[in-house]
């Protein structure tokens, strides 16, 4: 038996174990955002302690950003606080650091692959959940906590307990309007919100094998949702290709992509755990609960058993189709689904049509990089044709830390990654998970749509 390409990744990076069992483990790149890392900076002050590795260490400005207006001072004072504290801690430190005016400013998980940062065999850590979107590119990268930011700051280590491995094998061919997102809410609502725990999930067969590198980042970056706080796909040709020329990628290429291909999980690798899914007959998926695996196919019954808080709240009946149930917004954007890719389908669809009066509909790139790139595809004189608000990159009203909230009862079809309740930012509203061409066919008329029927 060979070795999967965690234990490889794991194996290169653990420094020792702990008294605890746990190992400390080396971390190969450590990303920050504005809203996890003033408290971590905070506390290596209070002990006098320098950033080890600087250089390991990259920053940007996201989740609270304002998406609407960047005139400084923001609006909001807590933003302009964050943000600020970010600049200075940065600056003080020798950090790189993306700001609001920068060209490479973003979503945390779309910058870093963007600037080619992110590469196969690294150990990837941010002080946010959605870090495993970092594993399509063959990295083993995972959330954390402010205590753990603090840790690596400190070390450039952290103490980590090692997951098994379930090895996911995704087969079939996808029909035309069924995307990456369906496969990973699938996967969910197949396995559960917490049949991933203390595993990594490594995503393999011929649909990946088929899937562009930001398909693949949907992927991953829903694993978490999933239990698994790691979630990866094993380099290969596609992975070389997108990095190559990137401003961070390595210098001496071709030697670095050797080391990468022997990273890889070898044919016969041993894993703790097999999910086979055929998505031959997969509909494009929503969610009708408070939680990413209470999902189905828009052309199914909620079931009969389905979680009656969940449905309490939704204001959905059992044995309800969601297909024709009317939205208020409509949001498009999160580091989900806020790349290039996505905003061109979501594009294609509402070219040439309008947004269903008093339906509020946003567009929220994922990226400064991925704006300018749809501005000079005219891309977003589509969106605002047809009635979409257009706004400058960030978290936007995937988790609503700024002033893009849904007001009251309001019901949001959403191409974000978390439908819990007060997720995005009305105690009382509403969301509803599911692929970006398919938030275009709600906007266009105005109630859950199955977006197969308009392309």
């Known amino acids: ?44 002050g209070e002990r006098g302690l320098k950033v080890l590795y600087p250089e390991r260490t990259f920053g940007t400005v996201d989740h609270i950003i304002p998406t609407d207006k960047r005139e400084r001072p923001f609006d909001d004072e807590l933003a302009e606080g964050m943000i600020r504290a970010l600049e200075d801690n940065t600056a003080k430190n020798g950090i790189s650091y993306f700001g609001p005016d920068s060209d490479h400013q973003g979503i945390v998980h779309i910058m870093g692959p963007e600037l080619g940062l992110t590469q196969p065999g690294l150990t990837i850590a941010c002080g946010d959940s959605h870090t495993s979107t970092h594993g399509a590119f063959g990295a083993i990268a995972f959330g954390i906590g ?33 995307y990456a997102k369906d496969i990973i809410l699938k996967i969910i609502a197949d396995l559960g919100v917490n049949g991933g725990l203390g595993f990594a999930y490594e995503y393999g067969g011929e649909v990946i094998d088929n899937m562009s ?54 044919k016969d690798a041993e894993y703790d755990d097999v999910y086979n899914l055929d998505v031959s007959s997969l509909e494009p998926m929503v969610t009708w609960g408070i939680n990413p695996g209470q999902a189905l196919g828009v ?71 991925v704006a300018d790139q749809a501005e000079r595809e005219g891309l977003h004189t589509i969106f605002k044709e047809a009635g979409f ?67």
């Open 146 to 178: 402010t205590s753990q930011i603090r840790d690596i700051l400190a070390t450039q280590t952290m103490a980590l307990s090692k997951p098994k491995v379930r090895r996911i094998n995704i087969s079939g061919t996808l029909k035309k309007g069924v």
């Open 213 to 266: 590198m930001e398909e693949r980042m949907t992927i991953c970056n829903m694993t978490i949702e999933g239990g698994a706080r790691v979630g990866y796909v094993n380099p290969d040709n596609k992975t070389y290709e997108y990095l190559k020329g990137r401003k961070y990628a390595p210098e001496d290429y071709e030697t670095a992509v050797e080391r990468w291909k022997s990273l890889a999980s070898g």
């Open 389 to 455: 608000q257009w706004r400058e990159p960030g978290c936007s009203m995937c988790l609503a830390m700024n002033p893009d909230k849904l007001e009251k009862r309001e019901l949001c079809a959403s191409s974000s990654n978390r439908n819990f309740i007060g997720r995005q930012g009305s105690p009382t509203g509403r969301t509803v998970l599911m692929s970006p061409a398919m938030v275009a066919a709600a906007a266009v008329n105005g109630v859950i749509s199955d977006v197969r029927e308009m392309l």
């Open 299 to 369: 052309g199914d019954q909620i079931p009969e058993d389905a979680d009656e808080q969940a449905c309490s709240f939704m204001g959905f009946d059992r044995g309800q189709v969601l297909k024709g149930t009317e939205i208020d917004v409509a949001f498009i954007g999160s580091c989900t689904n806020g790349r290039i890719s996505d905003l061109r389908i979501a594009a294609e669809v509402v070219k040439g049509k309008k947004v269903r009066s008093g339906v509020r509909a946003l567009v929220v790139p994922g990226s400064r990089s």
């Open 1 to 44: 038996m060979s070795q999967n390409l965690l234990n490889k990744v794991w194996d290169i990076h653990k420094i020792k174990t702990l008294p605890t069992g746990q190992d400390q483990l080396f971390i190969s790149l450590h990303l920050i955002h504005e809203v996890t890392s003033p408290q971590a900076f905070g506390m290596l």
